[in-house]
């Protein structure tokens, strides 16, 4: 991390502003997109159902394979071509986490790959691993998966699964694993300044937040 202050306005620059509810509705993926630039975040993060979005300034980003990451790896793949079709810059899609659970990180690695081939090289890339449902080691061969298989990010979370979210100690050592060759992004549970601080601290160079507002309002101008 560097040494410069967290001011609020580095931190929005490193903030997906996040909506992935299974209730939410058109209206709410617009109210969504007027806050994010109020906010001055880098990026929204929306389900890809509700691709198209008018977004200007602002990156896009939509899940594939959420949030369970049982889906067929082809489907994936499929999911994250048309929501990059439909305007997405960015996919963040969800590993087999039962493989992982398994040691069977050869299935996690063509996990990625098929979503990696599916998608433009300019399109970037993050893996969630949710890592609160996985060991150390799994962790680590995760990440390894994720640079082979040309990913741009290895991400904590979902925000979803019953084990929890974000931790420090696994963006520790995703970002002691990756070595600046990827981007960690730490998501899920992430509500206040305090705890974004210590997410970054640890080594996220990018925070998925749902409760943007509150979180940058801890943080000086």
Do not use: W
């Amino acid at each position: 991390m560097s040494d410069a202050p967290l001011t609020r306005d580095r931190v929005a620059a490193m903030v997906d502003h996040t909506l992935l509810k299974p209730e939410a509705t058109g209206a709410d993926v617009a109210a969504l997109i007027e806050e994010a630039r109020a906010l001055g975040v880098y990026a929204v993060c929306v389900s890809p159902s509700m691709l198209p979005v008018q977004a200007a300034g602002l990156r896009v980003a939509a899940v594939a394979g959420f949030p369970s990451g049982k889906h067929h790896s082809l489907i994936k793949g499929s999911e994250a071509r048309l929501a990059v079709q439909q305007g997405a810059h960015e996919i963040d899609m969800v590993i087999d986490v039962g493989a992982a659970v398994a040691g069977d990180y050869n299935a996690v690695l063509a996990d990625i790959l098929t979503v990696r081939e599916g998608i433009s090289d300019e399109t970037v890339l993050k893996v969630i691993l949710e890592t609160a449902a996985l060991s150390d080691e799994a962790i680590v061969e995760c990440c390894r998966a994720a640079e082979r298989a040309g990913a741009h990010f290895v991400k904590t979370s979902t925000g979803f699964h019953p084990a929890g979210g974000a931790s420090v100690e696994a963006v520790r050592l995703m970002a002691r694993t990756v070595g600046g060759r990827l981007g960690v992004k730490a998501s899920g549970g992430i509500r206040t300044a305090e705890a974004a601080r210590a997410m970054i601290e640890a080594g996220a160079t990018r925070l998925g937040l749902s409760g943007t507002r509150a979180v940058l309002d801890g943080f000086p101008d």
